[in-house]
């Protein structure tokens, strides 16, 4: 049973450019969320996605936004790239969207802005 | 502005030493308080959860102590161990999750 999975693993960008990353949520899980970590630092919660909608927003300007498809899979996109976006985009998985459901992280995608 | 607060940032232990993480936090909005464990290149694993209706909860050699008057929890490694070497992070769960900045535990064999 595969956990959550995304990709890419690594990504160099330049400021100004746009980025898009993907994950795909452990099975039987429908509720995806988005967090942003920083070097040396916790994960900061960026948005969640469930039944295809955003449901809950962190600080996090629009140049942030997402997308869930059918199939629970989900994205994240970043415009106008900045270089303090550079940092470990998490995503995490839970079975259901109530604060209390355990979330399930796959192991992230590295970002750098150059 | 940090909502919860984590210390120490780093903590080094001997094997068979207990291993103690303290997290303090604001809101009282806040309902669930959980514990992540994360090893270089992984994502955070939940290790351990708490409801503010109990002051305790205790697995394996993991136990959350929770204070709420305080505003504070801790997490207690008993007989640390070199595998247990990793990032620890405490969460505070109310409308959104908010998470402490880490700390880094070496145990040393």
């Known amino acids: 049973d595969a956990g959550v999975t995304q990709s890419p693993t690594h990504l160099i960008k330049t400021r100004g450019q746009q980025v898009t990353l993907r994950c795909s949520p452990k099975?039987?899980?429908?509720?995806v969320s988005w967090y942003q970590q920083a070097l040396g630092q916790g994960p900061q919660f960026i948005f969640q996605?469930?039944?295809?909608?955003?449901?809950q927003r962190g600080n996090f300007p629009d140049r942030f936004s997402g997308h869930q498809f059918p199939n629970y899979s989900s994205e994240l996109n970043v415009n106008a790239l900045l270089l303090g976006d550079s940092a470990l985009y998490l995503c995490?998985?839970?079975?259901?969207?109530?604060?209390?459901?355990?979330?399930?992280f796959g192991n992230g995608t590295r970002l750098t802005v150059t | 502005q940090q909502q919860v607060k984590q210390s120490p940032q780093s903590l080094i232990v001997q094997k068979g030493g207990i291993s103690i993480i303290n997290c303090a936090y604001e809101?009282?909005?806040?309902?669930?308080f959980p514990w992540y464990q994360q090893f270089p290149g992984k994502g955070p694993a939940l290790l351990i959860a708490?409801?503010?209706?109990?002051s305790e909860k205790k697995e394996g050699r993991f136990t959350i102590s929770f204070n709420k008057s305080a505003k504070q929890f801790s997490l207690h490694i008993m007989d640390s161990q070199p595998g247990d070497s990793a990032t620890y992070f405490c969460?505070?769960?109310?409308?959104?999750?908010?998470f402490g900045r880490g700390t880094s535990l070496i145990v040393h064999p």
């Open positions: 996605y469930y039944e295809e909608e955003e449901r």
């Open positions: 995490a998985s839970s079975p259901t969207r109530g604060y209390n459901s355990p979330l399930h």
């Open positions: 708490i409801r503010p209706d109990v």
């Open positions: 969460a505070a769960v109310g409308y959104i999750p908010t």
């Open positions: 809101n009282t909005a806040f309902d669930y």
């Open positions: 099975s039987g899980h429908d509720t």
